[in-house]
């Protein structure tokens, strides 16, 4: 009888010791929460856990259970093995010495000389049994984490769990699951079906913070009855929503709001009004003091505080002769002559809802000259205003 997906995964992760847990390095709200609800959870099995994640925690949910324990790089070195067979003679003492150019280690037995026939030579194996990508449409989404580590991507057992239509199912196994609302959602099931009991106060928090994120506190259009139902499991087993929502959307950074504030006061709207877009310049990052990380979050208040748009734009200017591009285009009006200007930004780095999102950087121009060159191309996309 043919295994299901999850019966899949919970093989996998039975059956394994050492888990890698790797995200995007655009990771939302929804994947850090899923990492370490997951992360949790596999710690009561005894399972040697790393999350690894290139960009970070998103600002807000550094709260999380287990948050400090995200590492931006992870070890992945393979050790090269000595073998030395003591079958016939005792190992009585190991020692070593360094020279300038090599190292001797000497082997000393009770029984008489070890030679060469009682060495052998290998490679360790990788350093993990599986990898769980989450929330990651592809293995090129992870980053620098899978630039710097090719070969332990290529070479280790992968379950791809994510919920977007994007995915390239590139793992030994893949659940993707398009009718969910977010993976946080796909995991409350899995585990629940793992082993319910085990889903504590911690890990309920984790799973319903990331409900909670990309559902816009289930506000979003397109939150199902599914995730209300999960969101409702939770709460009962001890998620704490009061501090979710305190953490979240009670509380902005200074920096934030303040680049927010002149970003709204410069906003401008492309023929026929369906792209609005701002600008941000240098003086602008210096007066809020804030940095090139406040980008994204500041389009992301612009995609859920105005409506009416299917192309939404902040060009920022951190330093002279860089802008920060940052796009959120509606799934319906993404289209090849975008996607050409863009560069080399031909996948998105996160998804909101129906917003594909593109986050590059162009060296060498002005601000003005980023303007015209956006603009040009959105215009071509002749996408009449949804009103």
Same mark, same amino acid.
């Given at each position: 009888m043919e295994l299901s997906i999850q019966q899949q995964i919970f093989d996998q992760l039975r059956h394994a010791t050492r888990i890698l847990i790797a995200l995007p390095e655009q990771a939302t709200a929804d994947s850090v929460a899923s990492a370490l609800a997951l992360r949790l959870f596999l710690l009561k099995l005894d399972k040697d856990v790393v999350v690894g994640c290139g960009g970070g925690v998103p600002k807000g949910f550094k709260f999380l259970p287990g948050a400090e324990t995200i590492a931006a790089d992870i070890a992945s070195s393979k050790s090269f093995v000595i073998t030395v067979d003591t079958g016939q003679k005792k190992l009585e003492?190991?020692?070593?010495?360094?020279?300038?150019?090599?190292v001797q280690i000497f082997l000393k037995s009770r029984d008489g000389a070890f030679n060469e026939n009682d060495l052998s030579f290998s490679s360790e194996q990788s350093p993990f049994d599986v990898i769980?990508?989450?929330?990651?449409?592809?293995?090129?989404?992870?980053?620098?984490?899978?630039?710097?580590?090719?070969?332990?991507?290529?070479?280790?057992?992968?379950?791809?769990?994510?919920?977007?239509?994007? *995915?390239?199912?590139?793992?030994?196994? *893949?659940?993707?699951?398009?009718?969910?609302?977010?993976?946080?959602?796909m995991l409350t099931g899995l585990l629940e079906g793992f082993e319910s009991q085990m889903l504590d106060e911690d890990i309920a928090t984790c799973l319903l913070a990331g409900i909670i994120a990309k559902t816009h506190s289930f506000q979003h259009a397109h939150t199902t009855p599914q995730a209300f139902l999960k969101a409702s499991q939770l709460i009962n087993l001890g998620g704490?929503?009061?501090?979710?929502?305190?953490?979240?959307?009670?509380?902005?950074?200074?920096?934030?709001?303040?680049?927010?504030?002149?970003?709204?006061?410069?906003?401008?709207?492309?023929?026929?009004?369906?792209?609005?877009?701002?600008?941000?310049?240098?003086?602008?990052?210096?007066?809020?003091?804030a940095g090139p990380e406040e980008v994204l979050p500041v389009l992301k208040e612009l995609v859920e505080n105005i409506a009416g748009y299917q192309a939404v734009a902040v060009l920022a200017e951190p330093q002279p002769q860089l802008v920060r591009v940052a796009v959120a285009v509606h799934a319906a009006v993404l289209g090849p002559v975008l996607l050409a200007v863009l560069g080399a930004a031909t996948k998105p780095v996160q998804v909101w809802g129906q917003f594909q999102v593109f986050d590059v950087a162009w060296s060498g121009v002005s601000l003005s000259d980023a303007e015209h060159r956006l603009a040009e191309a959105v215009h071509q996309l002749k996408i009449p205003s949804p009103g």
């Open positions: 003492e190991v020692s070593y010495q360094t020279l300038p150019d090599k769980v990508l989450l929330d990651a449409v592809s293995l090129e989404s992870l980053g620098g984490l899978f630039e710097r580590h090719a070969d332990l991507f290529f070479e280790t057992p992968k379950i791809n769990i994510d919920h977007k239509a994007a *995915n390239e199912y590139y793992g030994a196994v *893949n659940w993707v699951d398009v009718t969910a609302t977010s993976v946080a959602e704490r929503q009061q501090e979710i929502i305190t953490h979240v959307y009670k509380t902005k950074s200074l920096s934030l709001l303040k680049l927010w504030g002149r970003c709204l006061a410069r906003l401008k709207t492309v023929e026929p009004d369906f792209f609005i877009y701002s600008l941000l310049n240098t003086a602008d990052f210096e007066k809020s003091q």
